[in-house]
Antibody
Framework: QITLKESGPTLVKPTQTLTLTCTFS??????????VAWIRQPPGKALEWLAV???????KFSPSLTSRLTITKGTSVNQVVLTMTNMDPVDTATYYC???????????????WGQGTLVTVSS | DIQMTQSPSSLSASVGDRVTISCRAS??????LNWYQQKPGRAPKVLIY???SLQGGVPTRFSGSGSGTDFTLTITSLQPEDFATYYC?????????FGRGTRLEIK
C-alpha cells in the first residue's frame, strides 16, 4: 500500500529557506511512469501545484515559483526533498506531497497524498 | 497557464439529490481532467481521472464527463459523506492547475 508523509519545520521566518521532505513507501521512484509532486493550500483557499519529479529525474516547476524551488530525490531512496527560498508570509500554507501516476504524457493524476504539513511564515 | 473555472463556487443540496459541478478550461485540454474531493482537515482524494474514468474504490454514484474545454462531475443520490469541497485539475500541461473549488453543503 502506498503511503506518503511530509516533514519539516512548522514555522519559518521571512526570507528563510524552507526544506520539506516527503518520505514514502509502497512504490519506487525509479519505476517507469511514476512521480512525486508537491502541492500547497493556503488556509481556506484552493490547491496550488508547485513541482514534480519523475522516475527519470525529469522535473517541472510552477513558472511563478521556479526561481525559488528545488526538487530532488533524497539521500534515501524513498524520499523527495523540496526547497523553497526567500519565504514570505503569503507562503503560509499546508504543503502536501503526492504520488503521481502518468498514464500517458497528458494524463497524470495525484492518486495518493500525504496528510500535509502546515507551514507558517512569520517573524 | 491554463485557467480552470469551476461553477458554482458553492452549492446546497439534500441527501438523495443529484448534483452537477462544472469545470471549464481556458483552452482545450482534450480529456486531461481530474476531479478531487476534499473534506475539512484532510488531503484531497482523486475521484475521477481522464475526465470520465472512476478511480478504484470510488462509489459509482460519482461520474465525470466532457472533453475539450467543458467538463462535469455528477453525483447521483447524494450521501452524507459526500458533503465536501470538489476540485477539478488539468493534467494536459504544466503548470498543472486546479479550479477554485466547489463547496457542497447540506441544505
Amino acid at each position: 500500500q502506498i503511503t506518503l508523509k511530509e516533514s519539516g519545520p512548522t514555522l519559518v521566518k521571512p526570507t528563510q529557506t524552507l526544506t520539506l521532505t516527503c518520505t514514502f513507501s509502497g512504490f519506487s521512484l525509479s519505476a517507469r511512469a511514476v512521480g512525486v509532486a508537491w502541492i500547497r493550500q493556503p488556509p481556506g483557499k484552493a490547491l496550488e501545484w508547485l513541482a514534480v519529479i519523475y522516475w527519470d529525474d525529469g522535473k517541472k516547476f510552477s513558472p511563478s515559483l521556479t526561481s525559488r524551488l528545488t526538487i530532488t530525490k533524497g539521500t534515501s531512496v524513498n524520499q523527495v526533498v523540496l526547497t523553497m527560498t526567500n519565504m514570505d508570509p503569503v507562503d503560509t500554507a499546508t504543503y502536501y506531497c503526492a504520488h503521481v501516476t502518468m498514464i500517458r504524457a497528458t494524463t497524470t493524476q495525484f492518486d495518493y497524498w500525504g496528510q500535509g504539513t502546515l507551514v507558517t511564515v512569520s517573524s | 497557464d491554463i485557467q480552470m473555472t469551476q461553477s458554482p463556487s458553492s452549492l446546497s443540496a439534500s441527501v438523495g439529490d443529484r448534483v452537477t459541478i462544472s469545470c471549464r478550461a481556458s483552452q482545450s485540454i482534450t480529456t486531461s481532467l481530474n476531479w478531487y474531493q476534499q473534506k475539512p482537515g484532510r488531503a484531497p482524494k482523486v475521484l475521477i481521472y481522464a475526465a470520465s474514468s472512476l478511480q478504484g474504490g470510488v462509489p459509482t454514484r460519482f461520474s465525470g464527463s466532457g472533453s475539450g474545454t467543458d467538463f462535469t462531475l455528477t453525483i447521483t443520490s447524494l450521501q452524507p459523506e459526500d458533503f465536501a469541497t470538489y476540485y477539478c485539475q488539468q493534467s494536459y500541461s504544466t503548470p498543472y492547475t486546479f479550479g477554485r473549488g466547489t463547496r457542497l453543503e447540506i441544505k
